[in-house]
C-alpha cells in the first residue's frame, strides 16, 4: 500500500457506475443498438460525437484537448486494481435514441423485474431503471413544477440542452470547478461527456422540492460520462438529487461521470446521489464543489453497486466561514471494491466541515475509506470532523482507511475518529429472542449502523436502501 | 390443559466446545403460575434462561426442553419466541441507530402472517399503555435500543418489551437487580399486570424483595447446574434469612461447585 500518495496529488478520480451490488441483480440486455460508435477512444470518435450533438466549435476544441491530456496523463497509479478495464472494448458514444428505443421491458431477465417488484417499484419506473425508456410515471408533475421553476428563473435541461439554450451562463461555469488536466478521468469524461443535468438557480431563489435528476429521464441522465453542471447563485438554496436505490441496468462496463458544483456567496446546495449499478461496471467519477462566502455544500453519496467505485466528494471551502458536509455510505459484497471518501479544502478562515462515512463489507467484498482534510495557511480557524466507522459482515470481508490530514495553520480544529465492528453474535441473538430471523436481524443491525447517514436521505431514499439491505440479508445466512 | 407448560426435563449443557455448566435440570412452570428461580451466582442460572431461548453459544448435551409439551431443541431463537417464549435478559445489549418503537413493531409483525402487519395506529396505541404502565416518558420509545440506557432503564426496557410482545411464558433473569424501590415496584407491576391463565413465568432473583411484589407459585433453589430444591414462597424468606449453605449441605454440595468455573 506504500505506493498509495495522498489524495491531493491525484484528482478525486473517476468513477465506474456499477449499478447494483448482489449477483442476483445483474443482468444483461440484448445487444440491438442500431448504431454505435466503433469501440475505443479515438479522435474520430469525438469528432463525430461532437458532430452529432450539434456542438458549437468551442465545445469540439475542448473535447479534443481533453483527449490529448488523458493521452499524455495515462491512468493513475494508486487505488483499485483498473487493469481489467480495457478501453479498447469500450463504447464511448452510444446515441441515446439509440440506447434506448430498442431495448424491449420482455428482454429484462424475470429475477430483475422480480427485484424490482419486491422493492415496490412502480412499473414505469421499473422500465426506465432497466434502460427500456418509459415515460416516467409522474412527468405530469414534473411539468407543473417546472413551470413554477420557470418563473423563478431556474433552469434545469440535461446538460446538451443546457449548452444548447443557455451557452453564456453554461460556457462561463463550465469545466471551471473540474478542469480536464485535474485527473485521467476527468479528462476522459472531459472528451466525451454525454448527458448528466444542468442546474442554474438564481440569487436568492429557493427551492423546496427536491429537484430530481429522475425527472430528466429522457436525456440519459445517467449516462456513461455525464456531466453534471449545477450553479447556485449567491443566497439561493436548494436540493439535487440523482440515482436510486433499486439495481440501474446498464449494459456499459465503464463509467466515469464529472459532477462540478459552484456554490457562490451565502448559497446552500445539497446533492444526494445513491448507485446502485451492477457488478460488471467500474464506477470512476470526480464530483467537486467550490463554496464561496458562508455557503454551504452538502453531499450525500451513496455507493451500493458496481465492481469497482472510486468516489471521493470534494468540498473546496474557497470563502471566509463556508460549511462543507459529506454523508457517505459504501455497501461492498463479493467480488466489489468499494473506494470511497471525501476530500474538503479550507483555503479560507472560519471554514468548518465535517465528513461522516459508513462502510459495509460483506462476502469477499473491500470497502475502503480514503480521505483528505486540507487546511491551507492563513485558514484560521478552520475546524473539521472526520469520522468513518466500518462494519465487516464476514469473516473474509476487509475494509481499510486512508485518512490523510495536511495542517498548515496552527489555528485549525481537525478531529478523526475510525472504528471497525463485526457482526456481533450477542446481538444477533438477542434480535432473534424477539421473534426476527436471523437475516432480519443483521439487516436491522446494518440499518441502525447507518442510521445516523440514513435518516439525512429523504424518507423515499431511505425506504428503498432499507429494502435493499433487507434482501441483501436475505439467504445470507448459512 | 395439562400440557400446557413450560419444562425443562434432565438438561445437561455446556458451553459450546467448553465446560459443562447444567448438569441436569429438571424444572416445570405450568401456564398461570410464577415461579422464582434462585440459586448463588455462578450456579447455571443465566445459562438455563438462555438455552431455553436458544443461544447458539451453548450446547444441549442431554435432555429436553419443552413448551407445552413439544420440544423447541431444535428452534431457532426467533422460532421459540414466536412458539410463546420471552427472555428478559440479564444483560440486555445495545443495538445502536435501532429505535425502540421500530424494532419492536418489526418483533411484532414477526409473529403475525405476512400482509397482517400491525396497523400503525395499533401499535402506537400499545407502546404506549407499556409505556404508561411502567411509568415512563413517552419518548424513551424514540430512543435506540439501549444506547446510553442507564442500568435500570434497561430492565425496564426488558419489561417493557414483554408487555408489547405479550409472551405466553416469560423468563425473568435478575430484572431487578440495579434498581431503586420505586422502579422495582414499577417493574412488578409490570409483571403482574401479564399474570394471568395464559401467562407463565420464570423470575431469576436474588432477593426476596423482588417476591414481596410478585408473589411465586413455587421458589426453586439451582445449585452447581442443578435445581436441588423446590418449595413454597416461604421457601425464599428462608433462604434470605439463611443463606445457602443448610441447602448445600442438605444435598451434600460444596459451595466451591458453584463457582467452579471461576477458580
Ligand atoms: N459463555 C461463557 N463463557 C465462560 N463461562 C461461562 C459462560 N457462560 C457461563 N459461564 C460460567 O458458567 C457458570 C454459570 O454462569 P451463569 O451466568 O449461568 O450463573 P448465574 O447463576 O446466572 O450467576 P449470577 O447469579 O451471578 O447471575 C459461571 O461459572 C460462569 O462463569
Ligand atoms: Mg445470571
Known sequence: MSDLRPINDHPDAAKLEGLDHTRQYDFQLAENYSYKSERGLNKRVIEKLSYM?????????????????????????????????????????????????????????????????RLG?????????????????????????????????????????????????????????????DNYFAAVNSAVWSGGSFVYVPAGVEISVPLQAYFLINAQSMGQFERTLIIGEPGSKFHYIEGCTAPTYNSDSFHSGVIEIIVKDRANVRYSTIQNWSHNVYNLVTQRAIVGERASMGWLDGNLGSKVTMKYPSTYLLGEGAHGEVLSIAFATDGQHQDAGAKVIHAAPNTTSSVVSKSISKGTGRSSYRGLVQIHEGATNARSNVECDALLLDEHAMTDTYPYIEI?????????????????????FYLMSRGLPEDAAMALIVRGFLDPVAKELPLEYAVELNRLIELEMEGSVG | MSDNRLEIRNLHARIAGGETILKGVDLIVPSGEVHALMGPNGSGKSTLAKLMAGDPSYEVLDGDILIDGESVLELEPDERARAGLYLAFQYPVE?????????????????????????????YAKLQRAVKALDWDESIIERNLHEGFSGGEKKRSEVLQLLVLEPRYAILDESDSGLDVDALK??????????????????????????????PDMVHVMSSGRVIESGPKELAMDLDAKGYDWIREKHGITASGDAVAHA
Open chain 1, 53 to 117: 450533438k450539434n456542438e458549437p466549435e468551442w465545445m469540439l476544441k475542448f473535447r479534443l484537448r481533453a483527449f490529448e491530456i488523458a493521452e499524455k496523463k495515462g491512468r493513475p497509479k494508486w487505488g483499485p486494481d483498473l487493469s481489467h478495464l480495457n478501453f479498447d472494448e469500450i463504447f464511448f458514444y452510444i446515441r441515446p435514441q439509440d440506447r434506448k428505443g430498442t431495448n424491449s421491458w420482455d428482454d429484462v431477465p424475470e429475477e430483475v423485474r422480480e427485484t424490482y417488484k
Open chain 1, 121 to 181: 417499484i412502480p412499473e414505469a419506473e421499473q422500465k426506465m431503471l432497466a434502460g427500456v425508456g418509459a415515460q416516467y410515471e409522474s412527468e405530469m408533475v414534473y411539468h407543473s413544477l417546472k413551470e413554477e421553476w420557470e418563473k423563478q428563473g431556474v433552469i434545469f435541461l440535461d446538460t446538451e440542452t443546457g449548452l444548447q439554450e443557455h451557452p453564456e451562463i453554461f460556457k462561463e461555469h463550465f469545466a471551471t470547478v473540474v478542469p480536464p488536466e
Open chain 1, 408 to 428: 498548515n495553520e496552527k489555528t485549525a480544529h481537525v478531529g478523526h475518529e475510525a472504528t471497525v465492528s463485526k457482526l456481533n453474535d450477542e446481538q444477533i
Open chain 2, 95 to 123: 443495538v445502536p441507530g435501532v429505535s425502540i418503537a421500530n424494532f419492536l413493531r418489526l418483533a411484532l409483525n414477526a409473529r403475525r402472517e405476512e400482509g397482517d402487519e400491525v396497523g400503525v395506529m395499533e401499535f
Open chain 2, 186 to 215: 414499577v417493574v412488578a407491576n409490570g409483571v403482574n399486570a401479564a399474570r394471568g391463565p395464559n401467562f407463565g413465568a420464570l423470575v431469576i432473583t436474588h432477593y426476596q424483595r423482588l417476591l414481596n411484589y410478585i408473589v
